[in-house]
């Protein structure tokens, strides 16, 4: 890790801070602060209309995906690889500054009922017809896929081989005929994600991401680098518990002055700078121009069950008033509920803890490898009830 800013580094800094005081949309701040973690609405506004003409901007001013090259709508600064690293040039002209300026949104379709954490063991077949593909399947749990006009699917193309060999990516346009969406109600009310249906889909061999049969390795890349922006942006809730506490009256007194109180917190201010420093450390391995590695897991893993534990305090604290939700009635607009409601979510999205924990274990730490049973079989070979 080096904090000492380059000359460079330093002007870029303070170009950057200047840009976002004079561009940044400040009229939604204050309701944001409030709607953050786990509610994202906006009273007078759609919120993915504010998020897409934020980008857009940010992307005009080359200040969107810094990390891309110029010519696909980014700023040139330094290398990262997701859907880059495997489109072909013309597809990466076409598609990528669209998407760095938030104009057209891109969903990943990898989860199946039968491939959550297991994503290699699922079903959605693409059969090669000529020049196209034809899929048929079921994904589950795609985010944004009600709102995205494209998405990168991961498809079983060869089921004759060991699972983690017979897949393929693709990217197709959500509009596509037999493509069909269907929103999940969550236990906050919202509908983030969906069950997406594919009959008879046709996708273009030319949208093919990587080799066929070379799926895995390009799921990777992205899985990688998911866990990467969970682990590093993700909520801790700790700065909003400390206001909090700050401004909580308990029985015998303030609670910022309870010497339990202020026993969590103490705790909980240290894991929270251990994440802050865990993921600057990926972000220094970023800027010399290192991959994400599986060392990010740790962050998503630690930040996803503090999230959950400090709004389980913060409802402790609130006594009785805990059980009630909604902006208008709950202490601290009802912050505290909806973060508890959706951090179950971030404990489960981009791989469960479990799975972070296997991952930390065997690439991290070296220790022996899960007990893997079917990873040589032939995927049809595998024994399961009712194979689609
Ligand atoms: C908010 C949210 C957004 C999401 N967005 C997307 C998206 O946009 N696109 C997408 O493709 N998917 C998305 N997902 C799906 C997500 O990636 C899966 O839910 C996740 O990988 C877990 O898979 P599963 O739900 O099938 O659980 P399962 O894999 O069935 O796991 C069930 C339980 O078994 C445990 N388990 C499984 N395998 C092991 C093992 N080897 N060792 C120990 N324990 C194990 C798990 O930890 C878990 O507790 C999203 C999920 C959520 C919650």
Known sequence: MNFDDTP?????????????????????EEELKKASLGRTQLKGANILEVAKAWQK?????????????KEYGGRGATPIETMMAYAGEEQKRKYLPPLASGEKIWCQLFSEPAGGSDVAGLRTRAERNGDDWI???????????????????????DPNVPKHKGLTMFFLDMKSPGVEIKPIKQANGQSEFNEVYFTDVK????????????????????LM???MSIGAGVATGFPELFEFCNNLMLEDGPAIDDRSVRSKLANWAVKASGLKYTSMRAISALSKGERPGPENSIGKLVAGSMIQDVATYALDLQGAAGVLSGPEDAEAAGKFQAMLLRAPGTRVEGG????????????????PGDIRVDKDVAFNKIPTRGRG
Not at 57 to 69: D, I, N, R
Request: aromatic fraction near 10%; hydrophobic fraction near 40%; proline fraction near 3%.
């Open 8 to 28: 460079q580094e330093a002007a870029f800094r303070a170009e950057a801070k200047a840009w976002i005081a004079t561009n940044a949309p400040k009229q939604y």
């Open 57 to 69: 901007k940010k992307a005009e001013a080359g200040w969107a995906c810094l990390h891309w090259p």
């Open 135 to 157: 899929i048929n399947g079921q994904k589950i749990w795609t985010s944004g896929a009600h709102y995205s006009d494209y998405g990168i699917l991961l498809t079983r193309t």
């Open 203 to 222: 996708i273009p061999d030319a949208q093919r991401l990587g080799a066929v049969n070379d799926g895995w390795n390009v799921s990777l890349t992205t």
């Open 225 to 227: 680098n998911e866990r």
């Open 352 to 367: 469960t803890d479990e799975i972070m924990r296997n991952i930390i274990a065997e690439r991290v730490l070296g220790l």
